[in-house]
């Protein structure tokens, strides 16, 4: 079966950095614990994502990603991180996608 990767990329408000670098790390971690199976957070260092944030979120294959999915928003580590963190998102989300991987 072939692994699926979900992929955003996220930029922090302006002056809302350090903020934002502590809710996506809370967010990662309760992604985890509502099944998904690794996330990794990266930097832009160069390029077009440059001080930006991308969140790859890996899942065991497209129906792990499709029934994760449609259970996350009433896992109780997503409404407990909802709950933690109210009000608006100290980021913009620039894109959210959803790749397979090409086995062979």
């Known amino acids: 079966m072939a692994k699926a990767y979900e992929i955003s990329i996220w930029e922090p408000n302006p ?3 350090d903020e934002f670098l502590e809710t996506i790390k809370s967010l990662t971690k309760a992604f985890v614990e509502a ?8 930097t832009g ?5 440059m001080f ?4 790859i979120q890996h899942f065991k ?4 990603n499709g029934a994760i999915n449609e259970s996350i928003g009433d896992s109780a580590p997503i409404k407990a991180f909802r709950e933690s963190h109210p009000g608006d998102f100290p980021a913009k989300l620039i894109s959210h996608d959803l790749y397979s991987e090409i086995e062979g």
């Open 15 to 17: 002056g809302k950095s």
């Open 35 to 42: 099944g998904v199976s690794k996330v990794e957070l990266l």
């Open 45 to 49: 260092v160069a390029g077009k994502d």
């Open 52 to 55: 930006r944030v991308v969140v």
């Open 61 to 64: 294959g497209l129906a792990d």
